[in-house]
């Protein structure tokens, strides 16, 4: 019998390789997308056609019971969020409200309308913040450096506290970081492939950037999306870490994007103040193994190839948007 997923947050990165991968699967994909003046459907103009896209949104319960109560969704996949760890300065509580409190708000929206259907929990490696212990797993204990870290907390734990206090099927994905060519802008992976390519087609002469000592574990968003769908087929809900368990420098990421197009980083990257957090999150590197043995979870793109993909998608479309 076909499955029905809801998507909240299908407009973003990953909402649109989840969608990509659960149409695969043979899904009805319902993607909830909030009403705004800047909509953006680019991620998932190429599956539009096979989604149904409803209105709702993370501050109101009641949009989100209406959907829960019209499309019945065996699968909900909890991806919306103000997820950019540099706005969170600037908008806390917006942070909150979305990040933080929509998590409650769709649990609560569930447990009326659609007790039996299992939820995934988009939760954050920033949680770790000022890591207690290295690498990150389960177990490890959260220690939040930004307004978004301290609201991932907040949506990880009242999800564990609705599995517990309402027996709901309800699990959160701790992913570290993980990008692809449909990472947006402000993100510093894209910021940097999108940099090399304007100064490969000579619309630009240098990069500016923060802290480049900053380490993270990227992966590949539609290998990470591939972990999520895992954990809602298990017969128990529980919460894993899915990371490479490997950790590369912001400076390691320029030095290999700057290669693929022949050019040395050192000749055009610039440091600029205004890009270093107000509190940084120095090293994090995930510890995978519990995903690996349990959910049979492993990634197929590596460091280099996720850095080559990105530099290479960024340069074929600003040449192809500049012809």
Same mark, same amino acid.
């Given at each position: 019998?076909?499955?029905?997923?809801?998507?909240?947050?299908?407009?973003?990165?990953?909402?649109?390789?989840?969608?990509?991968?659960?149409?695969?699967?043979?899904?009805?994909?319902?993607?909830?997308?909030?009403?705004?003046?800047?909509?953006?459907?680019?991620?998932?103009?190429?599956?539009?056609?096979?989604?149904?896209?409803?209105?709702?949104?993370?501050?109101?319960?009641?949009?989100?019971?209406?959907?829960?109560?019209?499309?019945?969704? &065996?699968? #909900?996949?909890?991806?919306?969020?103000?997820?950019?760890?540099? !706005?969170?300065?600037?908008?806390? @509580?917006? /942070? %909150? +409200?979305?990040?933080?409190?929509?998590?409650?708000?769709?649990?609560?929206?569930?447990?009326?309308?659609?007790?039996?259907?299992?939820?995934?929990?988009?939760?954050?490696?920033?949680?770790?913040?000022?890591?207690?212990?290295?690498?990150?797993?389960?177990?490890?204990?959260?220690?939040?450096?930004?307004?978004?870290?301290?609201?991932?907390?907040?949506?990880?734990?009242?999800?564990?506290?609705?599995?517990?206090?309402?027996?709901?099927?309800?699990?959160?994905?701790?992913?570290?970081?993980?990008?692809?060519?449909?990472?947006?802008?402000?993100?510093?992976?894209?910021?940097?492939?999108?940099?090399?390519?304007?100064?490969?087609?000579?619309?630009?002469?240098?990069?500016?950037?923060?802290?480049?000592?900053?380490?993270?574990?990227?992966?590949?968003?539609? &290998?990470? #999306?591939?972990?999520?769908?895992?954990?809602?087929?298990?017969? !128990?809900?529980?919460?894993?870490? @899915?990371? /490479? %368990? +490997?950790?590369?420098?912001?400076?390691?990421?320029?030095?290999?994007?700057?290669?693929?197009?022949?050019?040395?980083?050192?000749?055009?990257?610039?440091?600029?103040?205004?890009?270093?957090?107000?509190?940084?999150?120095?090293?994090?590197?995930?510890?995978?193994?519990?995903?690996?043995?349990?959910?049979?979870?492993?990634?197929?793109?590596?460091?280099?190839?996720?850095?080559?993909?990105?530099?290479?998608?960024?340069?074929?479309?600003?040449?192809?948007?500049?012809?």
């Amino acid at each position: 019998m076909e499955k029905t997923a809801l998507i909240t947050g299908i407009t973003g990165q990953d909402g649109s390789y989840l969608a990509e991968f659960l149409l695969e699967k043979g899904y009805n994909v319902i993607g909830m997308v909030r009403r705004s003046s800047t909509l953006n459907f680019e991620r998932i103009a190429h599956i539009q056609e096979k989604l149904t896209l409803v209105p709702g949104d993370l501050l109101d319960e009641s949009s989100m019971s209406a959907v829960l109560r019209e499309h019945k969704p &065996d699968e #909900v996949y909890n991806l919306a969020a103000q997820s950019f760890v540099q !706005t969170s300065w600037f908008q806390p @509580v917006l /942070t %909150g +409200e979305t990040t933080a409190l929509g998590v409650t708000r769709l649990l609560n929206a569930m447990r009326s309308e659609a007790p039996e259907a299992r939820f995934y929990q988009a939760s954050s490696s920033e949680m770790f913040g000022k890591v207690q212990e290295v690498p990150q797993s389960e177990a490890t204990p959260l220690y939040p450096r930004s307004p978004y870290g301290v609201a991932k907390v907040y949506g990880h734990w009242i999800t564990v506290n609705y599995r517990e206090s309402y027996d709901l099927f309800a699990c959160s994905g701790i992913l570290f970081n993980h990008e692809s060519p449909r990472r947006g802008l402000e993100f510093v992976t894209r910021k940097i492939s999108f940099g090399v390519a304007k100064i490969v087609n000579g619309l630009a002469d240098h990069l500016a950037l923060g802290n480049l000592d900053a380490q993270r574990d990227w992966g590949y968003a539609a &290998d990470y #999306v591939r972990a999520m769908w895992l954990m809602l087929q298990k017969d !128990t809900p529980t919460d894993y870490v @899915v990371a /490479t %368990g +490997e950790t590369h420098s912001v400076r390691e990421f320029c030095q290999l994007a700057f290669a693929v197009a022949g050019l040395d980083y050192e000749k055009y990257v610039r440091l600029d103040a205004r890009f270093v957090r107000p509190a940084e999150v120095d090293l994090l590197v995930g510890d995978p193994k519990r995903a690996e043995s349990e959910l049979g979870w492993t990634r197929q793109i590596d460091f280099a190839g996720l850095v080559s993909m990105m530099v290479e998608a960024d340069i074929d479309s600003v040449r192809r948007a500049n012809a």
